[in-house]
């Protein structure tokens, strides 16, 4: 048997992965990040961190800079029905900013960071190696479509229905404390504050994005400075487990539905806490056993409201149904908030 480099081997250094890092050194193990890219990294994404993903990174000593967010707003061009945060304010984060932050944690906290790309896996009934690393364990936080996840032999398909996801900056005051997702007849925008003048836009759609799709905010944005765009998809990935020997599969490695309710970082950081929780005690099965109960209100909701929105006419009912609900409405915000 080979001698061990580390005690685990986290492959991908974005939040997910820094977040089992973090976990990991919590309970003194010793920990490796291979990471091909420099920091921070960005992703197309959001960048509004619910209530409950801000008080996840907080357990471990992450507070990224950014702009409050009072709740969630849905509007299209005649109505708007806003749904405020019970429990507190989220933030708004640019991901490069929650990157640094988690990257300087893990870095305060002794994780070693290696610039490798990992291609292959190779394991026992010992320990894992990859990219030229022996690790006890590894867990996989390569995102939506995982190298490591293929390696393994984890099966994988895009689900249906295909969306793909385009964010860009545009350099303009915030004009609202709430998450704004504008909605019109071929998919959704994601108006997210994230710094004093600059605000996030995401465009999620089975179709190629264009702003021009929502007038009212189009309008508001003519003239302005916009940054360059940056893409995902398809985003619904259906994985036929999260657990592979050794191998732990964490964050948007371990399946996605969609990013419709804003949840990636929050489950992110709570899967890597079970999945360290799993290596602590060595009994990976209980990651796997978890994986669906920690995921399972955001499975739930975001699938039925994907489903829902996805023929037109319960399209254009969608925002009429939650002005006429508020209260359904407001208890879905609070349950995704947490």
Not at 92 to 106: C, E, S
Not at 210 to 226: I, M
Not at 319 to 329: D, S, T
Request: charged share 20%.
């Amino acid at each position: 048997m080979s001698s061990i480099d580390a005690d685990l081997l986290v492959v991908g250094g974005g939040p997910a992965g820094l977040a089992a890092a973090l976990y990991a050194r919590q309970q003194g193990l010793s920990v490796i990040v291979a990471e091909p890219r420099g920091n921070p990294i960005d992703k197309a994404c959001g960048e509004g961190l619910m209530p409950g993903g801000l008080a996840a990174l907080a357990s471990l000593g992450v507070d990224p800079a950014g702009t409050p967010l009072r709740g969630i707003a849905y509007l299209n061009e005649q109505r708007r029905i806003e749904a405020p945060f019970r429990d507190g304010p989220g933030r708004g984060v640019r991901r490069t900013t929650l990157h640094a932050a988690l990257a300087d944690q893990a870095k305060q906290h002794d994780v070693d960071w290696v610039g490798k790309r990992v291609g292959t896996v190779d394991q026992d009934a010992h320990g894992v190696t990859a990219g030229g690393i022996r690790a006890t364990w590894l867990i996989a936080a390569d995102g939506l479509h995982s190298t490591v996840r293929r390696a393994v032999g984890i099966a994988a398909v895009a689900g249906t229905p295909r969306r793909y996801g385009v964010r860009w900056h545009y350099r303009i005051p915030a004009w609202s404390e709430f998450v704004e997702v504008h909605w019109s007849r071929w998919g959704e925008a994601y108006v997210t504050p994230v710094e004093p003048d600059l605000v996030g836009v995401a465009i999620l759609s089975p179709q190629r994005p264009a702003l021009d799709w929502f007038p009212q905010l189009a309008a508001r944005l003519s003239g302005t400075q916009r940054g360059p765009a940056r893409g995902c998809g398809p985003m619904r990935q259906v994985v036929s487990r999260r657990v592979e020997g050794r191998v732990l599969l964490v964050g948007d490695a371990a399946g996605y539905e969609d990013a419709l309710t804003g949840e990636g970082i929050s489950l992110a950081v709570k899967q890597a806490a079970a999945a360290v929780a799993a290596i602590v005690d060595g009994n990976p099965a209980a990651y796997e056993r978890a994986w669906p109960a920690i995921t399972r209100r955001y499975r739930l909701l975001t699938r039925a409201l994907v489903l829902a929105s996805a023929p037109q006419p319960t399209r254009r009912a969608l925002i009429p149904a939650c002005e006429l609900l508020p209260g359904v409405f407001e208890r879905a915000v609070h349950l995704l908030a947490h």
